[in-house]
């Protein structure tokens, strides 16, 4: 038996250390029916010597510092990133009502814009965000469980898809399966998003849609609620609707007016947060505003500029919703690692002293027996 631990114990749930018993190093016993009979097992049996456990324990620690340190690290960019994800709000959803009032004016005035014009859908693109890197919890088997559903939804109604995937993750995933047809994968370049990233991705949906390739364009992406919850949602890209809100396939609002900061401090040498409200105004655009330009200008030149700021904000808020995935996870990890070394420890300790009291017995035994003779 060597001494390394398998990371799986400590992303699992602590287990109870008096449930757990430890024998010495025996050659396991081959019962088919060990596992049929009984689920879930009441312990987990560790057989393991004094050298085996004490090489375990040095295993759990390396460990444990690993876990912490990567924590850490999350904390530190979470901050940043949850910064970036709650002043960026405000920008994008007042830019998505000046552009559905000038929309508004526009089909009011019968002119035509196309990425305005809602055609029949038969094919929609899926611009679905992951994440580069694992260890991060359930936050790629969410986001990529709400495309599953998203793509055999519009199957079942006779709508083809395609998507666009953006993440190490997503890119391995998809790349996998036959049924599901792939436009392109992009991989994140840089530790933040940048409007740089976000072009590219715009780009590419940008032309899908103008030769109507695809009929309706959808985000797929995490949305940041904080710092121990996220959730996945689906985002209208284009084209335009007629409301001033983003809202989802059933028609919910995804938008937060009101957002919680959470800062990192230390309290008694350990990491700690604190939470703040940072209410957010919902903009309201005044009906008396007179336009100089023609609409379709104005639309031209901001077209880009809402397809860059959309996208930039998907991929913000799927950063910092890994970010604090990841944090939790390594959170409860290090927590794991501290229960199985404590649990390891008395384990060791009970098996060195049942040695040192066999070997003083036998100590005694003996001169007991030269004694008599």
Known sequence: MTGSISTSWLL????????????????????????SSRSPLPSIK??????????????????????????????ARVRRAQEAVINCRPFTET?????????QCAQLEDIDFPLS????????????????????????NAVIKKANSRVDELKKRGVDCVVVSVGKKGNAYFSRRDDVEVDKCIEGGGVYPTAKEAQVIADDVFSLFVSEEVDKVELVYTKFVSLVKSDPVIHTLLPLSMKGESCDVNGECVDAMEDEMFRLTSKDGKLAVERTKAE????????????????????DAMMPLYLNSQILRALQESLASELASRMS????????????????????????????????????AGAEALRGS
């Open 46 to 75: 560790i057989r393991a010597g004094i050298r085996e456990l004490r090489e375990r324990i040095d295993t759990v620690k390396n460990t444990q510092k690993i876990t912490e340190a990567m924590k850490l690290v999350a904390a």
């Open 329 to 364: 996870a390594m959170s409860n990890a290090t927590d794991n690692a501290v229960e199985l070394k404590k649990s390891l420890t008395v384990a060791y300790n009970r098996q060195r002293q049942a040695k040192i009291t066999g070997e003083l017995l036998e100590i005694v």
């Open 280 to 299: 957010v105004e919902k903009p309201e655009i005044s009906p008396l505003m007179q336009f100089e330009q023609d609409p379709v200008q104005i639309l």
């Open 95 to 103: 830019l998505v009502g000046i552009l559905h009032s000038i929309n």
């Open 117 to 140: 014009n809602v055609r029949p859908v038969k094919r929609v693109a899926l611009v679905v965000v992951t994440g580069d890197k694992g260890l991060c919890g359930g936050f790629n």
């Open 12 to 35: 699992s749930s602590p287990s109870n250390s008096k449930s757990i018993s430890f024998l010495p190093t025996t050659k396991p016993r081959r019962n088919p029916d060990r596992f």
